[in-house]
Every structure is written in C-alpha cells, then in structure tokens.
C-alpha cells in the first residue's frame, strides 16, 4: 500500500505539472491508495465447510484531478496505479474529453471554511495488521460464536433430548478491514493535505434451521484493541439473539408502539432523514424536508449531527476530499431542522439559486455556517476514498442523541403492549424521496413486549413496516441512552444510535407461503 508520503509527494508533482498546462485556469489533484481486506465466515453444522473461507484483498491506487479550462469548461479524469507525471498527463487528457460548461459551476473549493482540527488519529496497529493476523483473528470471532453456542443454557438443555446435529447451525457474516489513504491540493489550496484512517466492520447472522430461528450480531470500531474484542463479542451476540429466537411468533397487521433498536434506527436514518438532509437533495427539490428550516420536523426528543473531526467516533477524518475541514454539522437539534450536509458544488449551487429561501425555508446566505461544506468525500461503497470518484454528500460520523435520553429498560417499562424491532433491511423510499412514504423488512432480533419487558420473539422475515418518515419522527415518544457504533452494508460512513421508541407505526403480516395442491 502506497505511502502517504508517496502520495503527498506525487500529489505536489502533479499540481506543478498542471500549472504548466496554458489551457488550464484552476485545477484540484486528488491521488488516494485504499486497501479492502474481507473475510467470509461460512460454517454449516450439518455440512462440510470451511469456516472461515479464503479472505480477499481488493488494493488500488491512482490520480483523479478536477480541472477548469479556459474557456470555462470543467472536467474530470483519472489514472488507475499510476502517481507519475504520466499518469496525470493520462487523467488530464481524459478531463479535455470530459469537459462541459456547467452553468452550476461557481469554482472550485476556496480556503475560507476555518482551519483543519484533526490529525494523526489512525490506528498504527490496525493499520499495519498482517494477513495472518487478520485470520486469526476471524478464526477467534468463529470461534467465539461456536463457544457460545455449546455454553447456552438452552442448547443444553436442548441436548439432553435431541441431538445438536439436528439443530443445524449456520454462522455467515464476514470481517471487514478498510485502510484509506489520501493526499489533495489545489491551485487555490496548494498546501498539499494528506490523511489516513481506519475501519473494522464484524457482521454474523446465526440460525437455526430446526427451530426457524435467526439472529445477527454487529461490531464497527477503529482500532486492533476494539476489533479483537468487538468482533468475539458480535459473535456471542449473534448466538444469543438467534437462541433467544426460537419458535419466532407471527403479528397481524396494525398500528403498533415500537421501540427501534441502534440498528434499525441506523437503517431509518441513514436511508430515509440523512438524504433529505443535504445541500444537494434541498436544491433538488427532492426532500422531505423542503421549505422546513428552523421548523419542528421531529419530536423535540431527537437530535441528530454529523461530525467528522472528533478521533473518538470510528468515520473520522481529518480533511474533506475538497481539501476541505471536516467538523461538526448539527442537523436536527430538539426537533428543528437547523444545518444541512454539503459538498462544495451544492453548496455553492444552493447560494446562488434565486429560489433557494423557498426551497430551504430561510435564506441560505443568511445561515451559512450551517451548511458548510464539511462532507465532500469521495467514497466508493464502503472500500475508501476513490480517486476515481467525484466528490459528493456524505456524513461521516452521524450521532442520534436526545436531551431527553433514558435508559432502555425504563423506555421498554413504558410499552405495556408493542414490538422491539432489533435489525432491518431494504429500508427504502417509495413514491419518491420526497414524499417520506418508506418501507422495509423486519429481519431478526426481535421481539414482542408485553408488559414493559421483552417476551416472546417475532418471527423473522414476517414483518413489514410501511409508513412515512416525516410522520413517525413525530411519533417519537422516547431515546435510550446507549449509543452504539453500526456501520450499514456499502457505506462508508459511521452511525451512532440509541434504541428509539415511536407510537402507532404501521406493521404489515407478510402473507405465509402455502403449497397449492389441485382439486379432486
């Protein structure tokens, strides 16, 4: 993997190349090396199988530059494993073909946005881990959940009456390393800006075929101490829940009180409230949340903020794509709607639109602090930042707090009648973003309360909830004090959330399949 020095000296080079180029007015150079390591856990009880099957490595380096010509035409290109000088001569030539005149376009990013708080905040052992390690450590997480499993009270039990083969065990999931490095600069900022960081994802989902049960356990972190002790403790809590699952019950459909565990609220936010919360879906037109600034679009219990300067949450980093600071942006806060996530293009775009007041619901000139352009990254679907990749809108450590938090036995003891939803998937919007009407499938982890306690366990994969995001934020009758690290499937950035409990969600029973035979 390439240096960051390598990478800071070449960006230096190719920034002093383009400046010799008599048709180019402004440039950005952009030059990254990202290594994604994974490792898949596939073991079957009843099956031969491997384990931990063989991991993977994905490894890439290369030059992106931004270039604007002169006759005010801007384009983008790039050079895969290449830092040279004729890799960027490559990237320029592709960014000649690329060229459009965007009348959108109001430059490139500017050091006017404070200055850069964070640096050196990487894991040096994460960072340096050897493959070997990485297996053993995947080794460790498998085996942890298969401890688990012998050790339960209740597969003990089970054993003194039927045999554990017959229970059929299958543990899937995999172990994830991403290790990001990246140097940028510009005419405009030619103080070359280098960054690195880190990220260990663990995800597990347990069943067992013969009692229809099904649980997951998750860990995100960004250092070797957290991954060796996070991942065994995903492990364990993937059995459990998957114990704990038996014989799931089935719900009919209705209006229910929930209680959302951290990673079902992860889902809600990162795929229905983040989107809408950005320069670029305002200016759009394309937000729930549109002409709602300053304006209550949730319950005054919930907050939510992004900050990527703070070391001590694991999506940290130091400086922008854009060369940019990155730092804390408050999104939602008792309730209001009060900042907006932005790149630099739409933050710009949003400035200068005529209709911006009444698409945002204040005048964005007047507030612009709170749109700053702190998330610009250039991120590729959860293996780093690609130099490949044009920046765009993304947080990087989203936090889902409450003025108001309490612990989650005393939301639970609230519930005398509802469901725990602990893990979704294929949350998404329908009817369009904007009109907050979503969907998505209850999975695992879940669980009917009764009388303020968890009981008896939902049944995977029967549970649709099918309502509208703007709607059940007003719902929010309750947020837990615990606050846990999830990192979704393909995404680059981290969130932080509590258990949050909302009154009359809508849940739909997803029909039973049942066999068809013909008539005598």
């Known amino acids: 993997m390439k240096s960051v020095l390598e990478l800071s000296t070449a960006c230096a080079a190719i920034l002093e190349f383009l400046r010799g180029e008599h048709d180019v007015t402004d440039a950005m150079v952009f030059v990254s090396a990202n290594e994604h390591i994974l490792s898949r856990l596939n073991y079957t009880s009843h099956i031969p199988s491997n384990g931990v099957e063989e991991p993977k490595a994905v490894q890439n380096f290369g030059t992106g530059l931004t270039v604007v010509f002169k006759d005010g035409s801007t384009g983008s290109g790039s050079a895969e494993s290449s830092l040279s000088l004729a890799g960027a001569r490559e990237a320029l030539a592709k960014a000649r073909i690329a060229a459009v005149k965007d009348p959108e376009f109001y430059g490139l990013p500017k050091p006017e946005f404070g200055k850069r708080t964070l640096r050196d905040y990487h894991d040096i052992e994460l960072m340096e881990l050897a493959d070997a390690d990485f297996v053993k450590i995947s080794w460790d997480i498998l085996r942890a959940a298969l401890d688990a499993f012998e050790k339960s009270p209740v597969i003990r039990e089970l054993a003194r009456t039927e045999e554990l083969a017959n229970l059929k065990l299958i543990i899937g999931g995999d172990v994830q390393l991403v290790r990001e490095r990246m140097a940028v600069a510009s005419f405009a900022m030619p103080e070359v800006e280098s960054d690195e960081s880190t990220m260990a994802v663990t995800s597990i989902t347990a069943m067992i075929e013969a009692k229809n049960a099904k649980g997951s356990g998750f860990f995100a972190g960004k250092s070797m101490e957290e991954l060796k002790s996070g991942g065994p403790a995903a492990a364990k809590m993937a059995i459990d829940s998957t114990v704990a699952t038996m014989s799931g019950q089935r719900i009919e459909s209705g209006d229910y009180v929930v209680v959302f565990g951290p990673q079902a609220v992860a889902e809600l936010i990162n795929n229905l409230v983040a989107p809408g919360l950005t320069s670029g879906a305002i200016f759009a037109e394309g937000s729930p949340f549109q002409g709602e600034f300053l304006k209550a679009i949730a319950s005054p219990l919930l907050s939510v903020y992004d900050d990527g300067a703070n070391p001590e949450f694991m999506g940290a980093k130091g400086i922008t794509c854009e060369g940019l600071p990155t730092g804390r942006t408050d999104l939602v806060v008792d309730g209001k709607f009060v900042g907006l996530l932005s790149a630099h293009y739409d933050y710009q ?172």
Do not use: Q
Not at 390 to 400: A, E, K, L, R, W
Not at 449 to 460: F, H
Not at 468 to 474: E, F, H, R, S, V
């Open 349 to 520: 775009r949003i400035l200068h639109d005529p209709e911006a007041a009444r698409k945002l619901g204040a005048d964005p000139a007047e507030h612009k602090t709170a749109i700053w352009p702190r998330s610009g990254f250039r991120f590729s679907g959860g293996a780093g930042r690609h130099f490949t990749s044009d920046p765009s809108c993304s947080g990087s450590n989203i936090i889902i707090t409450s003025s108001g938090k309490e612990p989650l036995e005393k939301l639970l003891s609230r519930v005398r009648k509802g469901i725990y939803i602990g893990r979704m998937w294929y949350v998404y919007p329908i009817n369009g973003a904007r009109a907050g009407d979503f969907t998505g499938t209850v999975t695992a982890d879940s669980y009917l309360i009764e009388n303020g306690k968890l009981s008896r366990p939902l049944k995977p994969n029967t549970v649709r909830i099918n309502d509208n995001i703007k709607a059940l934020l007003m719902k929010i009758a309750g947020v837990s004090d615990r606050l846990k690290a999830v990192n979704l499937w393909g995404a680059d950035e981290a969130m932080y959330a509590p258990d949050i409990l909302a009154e009359g969600v809508h849940l739909d029973s997803i029909a039973e399949f049942t066999e068809m035979t013909s008539g005598g």
